[in-house]
Every structure is written in C-alpha cells, then in structure tokens.
T-cell receptor, first 112, second 115 residues
Framework: NAGVTQTPKFQVLKTGQSMTLQCAQD?????MSWYRQDPGMGLRLIHY???????DQGEVPNGYNVSRSTTEDFPLRLLSAAPSQTSVYFC???????????FGQGTRLTVV | QKEVEQDPGPLSVPEGAIVSLNCTYS??????FMWYRQYSRKGPELLMY????GNKEDGRFTAQVDKSSKYISLFIRDSQPSDSATYLC???????????????FGKGTKLSVKP
C-alpha cells in the first residue's frame, strides 16, 4: 500500500523557472492538500481540495496553482519560481469529514 | 498571537524517562487534535488523533485534550532512542464544507532520547 506518493524528492530550480510537484494517493481520499515547511515556521497550508474539480486557497497560496482532475492526483504548480519558495513541500490526504491526514515523504525544493 | 503555540525545545531526556509535550491554542472552534512524529528528512507520521476533549492511549503514548484550558499534551512512557524525532501538534475546526482537513500546526518540539 503506497499511501501518498510525491515526486520528485529533490529539485533545484533557477529563479523564474516553472515546475510541477506531483502528488498521488491510493487510499481513495476525497480531501487532498499541500503544505510547505520552513525552519521556525512550521507547516503552512498552501492549497487544498475537497474533491475532483474543487480547489481552494490555504494560508500561503501566492505563487502556486493547483488543479484536481482525478481523486488520486493533486499536482502543485510553481509558475515562476522565486528564492522565497525554497522549502520542503508536503502533500497530504484524508477522508472527507475527518482530520486524520496522511502525509507524503516531501519534496525538497531549492530556488537559486 | 499565533493560533497554536508549541515550545520548540530541543528536549533531551535519558532512555526510560517519561516525556511530556504540550501545545496551547487560542481558537475555541478547534475540535480535532492530532500529534504527528517527524523523523529527520521524512514526512509527518500521524501518532494520535482525538476528537473534542478527553484522553486517548495507544501503547506508550497518551494524548490529552483540555478544551477549557485550550491545552493539549502528549505523554511518552518508557522513552526509547527510536522516539528521537520532532513532534508536531496539529488542530482543525469542525467544518461541514469538508475543510476540517485544513490543519494548523505548532512549530514542533525536537526530542532526543539518550541511551
């Protein structure tokens, strides 16, 4: 049982480049979300989705786009990377109506 | 004031000690309370989950929620070197729109258990 799978594990981008962080879950969870984790800041919610076709903003959405075309996948797009987006990104999923979120192993992103 | 406050530590204890980790919060709408364990360079792993108030025990771990004081705790009995990790508290409010998955995290407490 794979759970929540994130790819890539590591990425280095130049300022202004774009990329997509992939997240897939095999638990048939309706709810999926993206967090970033920065030293001294804890985990902060970027975007979330309560089902296919439905997305909404979290605490720190600027500079990121999301879409949800299937239950399983929830990619996070950086349209024009900035050094302030250097962080560790985590995808999480849960059943709708609960708060028991399961996390992926993270993507370490460095923007130079 | 941040919604969730957690002492970042670090906390160092000898093997076999009882560990107490705590978080306070300000939002009285929080109904779901979680503790996650995060090993270095890994994703958070759900340890304990409590809805509303009360205690919950799972092996060496006990989670307590005191909503009147807006205070939650995690106790680890007979701590082991393998318990060395960062412990994150997380909370969310009940929401009929489905966003109770939107978690508010503490900054995490780094625990080291020495053999």
């Amino acid at each position: 049982n794979a759970g929540v799978t994130q790819t890539p594990k590591f990425q280095v981008l130049k300022t202004g480049q774009s990329m997509t962080l992939q997240c897939a879950q095999d638990m048939n969870h309706e709810y999926m979300s993206w967090y970033r984790q920065d030293p001294g800041m804890g985990l902060r919610l970027i975007h979330y989705s309560v089902g296919a076709g439905i997305t909404d903003q979290g605490e720190v959405p600027n500079g990121y786009n999301v879409s949800r075309s299937t239950t399983e996948d929830f990619p996070l797009r950086l349209l024009s990377a900035a050094p302030s987006q250097t962080s560790v990104y985590f995808c999480a999923s849960s059943y709708l109506g609960t708060a028991q979120a399961f996390f992926g192993q993270g993507t370490r992103l460095t923007v130079v | 004031q941040k919604e969730v406050e957690q002492d970042p530590g670090p906390l160092s204890v000898p093997e076999g000690a009882i560990v107490s980790l705590n978080c306070t919060y300000s939002n009285s709408a929080f109904q779901y309370f979680m503790w996650y364990r995060q090993y270095s360079r890994k994703g958070p792993e759900l340890l304990m989950y409590t809805y509303s108030s009360g205690n919950k025990e799972d092996g060496r771990f006990t989670a307590q929620v005191d909503k009147s004081s807006k205070y939650i705790s995690l106790f680890i009995r007979d701590s082991q070197p393998s318990d060395s990790a960062t412990y994150l508290c997380a909370m969310s409010a009940r929401n009929y729109g489905g966003s109770q998955g939107n978690l508010i995290f503490g900054k995490g407490t780094k625990l080291s258990v020495k053999p």
